[in-house]
């Protein structure tokens, strides 16, 4: 009986991988399509110095509907309002939703950029295929979002340390209480202007939790992609870690406590390892890591300057305590759309402070890697990761 549900199992994995987007391909969706409703009564654009992340929204917004009678209907930009969804909406009882999390930037030259745009439409488009919702076509999505940002274009801060945040989402919107795939759906983008995630600001260290008790994903889950369901249950351990005096939590996996997230972000190690080279390593994506755009970005860079070893592994809490125990940590960060790049201090765990000397360590990768991001994403640097909108 054992193999014969080992044999099962194996098969309904494997059947995830296959393309369900060919099994409701519906055509996309065009941008050339698009109809534009302009808002007539615009808000004050508020002081980019005083910005709360994801409390302030901009005129405009984009929806794309699509049923499994139609398809697609045309891409429309109008005034930022309420959505009117039924009462057995899919997408309020079964999660079937998504969402993804981008930034507009305004260069030192005023032009406005994003950051390697057509990474997070494919992430997207895995999670929509692994959520049952329909098909679409990546570059068509991101013209529409392009367009948004440009109707909206004074929305974006003026200001080097200030974004305009970007929230595509994509929710099942039939009325059904039955749970099967969705036979209507919705894509819709808001967007606005954000400062730093974290209120210890943009680069200061945060303390963390790590209690194995409290699992944020697991293998065969949807861990790796980016849905709702992911977050909302982190809400009650981030408040237990800031109950226990740290600010977010490093979620840990397994008999072997793997450590995998920091709170929504990344996590990154630079140390010496036991061969007495340098390396940053992050935790591979097998299944329970969300591939992060700023994740691949770190690895893209350090890989390109080739001055110490990068790799993707895993590693227990007892390898980790035993590397701080020895000094050999130098460097702990998490990366993130959202944050950039965040240093890490402090971790408790089993009822103990550990110090991690990341900040004593300047800290000079952390700050490197902060630099070289912001300077692409604000028009310092040039480079084929951040396209123009404007």
């Known amino acids: 009986m054992a193999a014969l549900r080992t044999a099962l199992h194996g098969r309904r994995v494997q059947a ?62 109008k005034p930022f309002q309420n959505l009117s969804l039924h009462p057995a909406t899919t997408a ?156 977010q939590v490093l979620w840990l996996y397994g008999d072997q406590e793997e450590i995998t997230e920091v709170g929504t972000m990344n996590l990154f190690i630079y140390w010496t390892n036991e061969k007495g080279e340098k390396e940053l390593f992050t935790p591979p994506l097998d299944g329970i890591i969300l591939p992060g755009v700023t994740r ?13 070893k990068v790799t993707e592994r895993t590693m227990g809490m007892k390898e980790l305590l035993g590397a701080l125990d020895s000094g050999k940590v130098l460097e702990v960060f998490g990366a993130g759309t959202a944050c950039v790049v965040s240093p890490v201090g402090s971790l408790l765990y089993g009822g103990k402070k550990y110090e991690i000397p990341t900040m004593q360590n300047g800290p000079d990768l952390a700050k490197r890697f902060h630099k070289e991001l912001t300077d692409i994403q604000y028009g310092r640097k040039a480079s084929e990761w951040a396209p123009l909108v404007i």
Not at 34 to 55: H, Q, T, Y
Not at 61 to 68: G, K, P, Q, V
Not at 162 to 169: D, E, H, K, M, V
Not at 302 to 307: K, P
């Open 296 to 308: 691949q970005s770190l690895l893209d860079l350090a890989r390109n300057w080739g001055e110490f």
């Open 16 to 77: 995830l991988p296959l393309s369900f987007g060919s099994l409701r391909n519906a055509s996309s969706f065009k941008a050339s399509d698009m109809v534009i409703e302009r808002n007539a009564a615009c808000k004050p654009k508020p002081d980019s110095s005083n910005l709360v992340f994801g409390k302030q929204f901009s005129d405009h917004m984009l929806t794309i509907n699509w049923s499994a009678k139609v398809g697609w209907e045309a891409p429309r930009i």
């Open 92 to 247: 309020l009882h079964y999660s079937i939703e998504l969402f993804e999390g981008m930034k507009a930037f305004r260069g030192v030259d005023n032009h406005i950029r994003m950051f390697r745009p057509m990474l997070n439409m494919a992430r997207m488009q895995r999670s929509a295929e692994r959520s049952s919702l329909p098909a679409f076509e990546k570059e068509e999505l991101l013209n529409c979002i392009k367009k948004l940002v440009e109707v909206d274009q004074e929305w974006v801060p003026f200001s080097q340390d200030a974004s305009l945040y970007i929230r595509p989402t994509f929710i099942g919107t039939d009325a059904s209480l039955g749970v099967s795939p969705p036979s209507e759906a919705m894509i819709f983008v808001i967007v606005g202007p954000v400062g730093p995630y974290f209120a210890t600001g943009s680069f200061n260290p945060v303390s963390l939790l790590a209690d194995p008790s409290f699992v944020r994903a697991w293998k065969g889950g949807v861990g790796a992609y980016k849905m709702g369901g992911n977050y909302g249950p982190t809400i009650a351990v981030q408040n237990e870690a800031v109950k226990r005096g740290c600010q």
